[in-house]
Each structure stands twice: as C-alpha cells, then as structure tokens.
C-alpha cells in the first residue's frame, strides 16, 4: 500500500462493503441486488492503493 496508513486504508474498504452490503438491508429492511459488487469495491480500493513501481 505504499504509504498508506493501513488502519485508515482498510476502514475505507470495509466502509465500501458495508454500504452496499449491510446497509440497505437495516435500513429499508430489504436486501438490494448486489451482484458484481464485491468485485467493483475491491478493483477500485486496489486501484486507489495500487504500489507504484519503481
């Protein structure tokens, strides 16, 4: 992850996951289509912490 802070890194991803995974379910009581989404969230948290080659 380079310089990232990893606490901070990893809060991100898991705020991600939950948004789309826990959240609509306790908030509106219902489960929401949800597939291809994981993949989604980790390409675009790997794309951001991506270790820059050198």
């Not at 219902?30 to 969230?41: H, I, T, W, Y």
């Amino acid at each position: 992850m380079g310089s990232a802070d990893p606490d901070y890194a990893s809060r991100q991803l898991i705020s991600l996951i939950r948004d789309f995974f826990y959240t609509p379910e306790f908030i509106i009581g219902q489960k929401l289509e949800n597939n291809g989404v994981m993949p989604d969230c980790l390409d675009m948290f790997l794309s951001h912490y991506k270790i820059d080659k050198q």
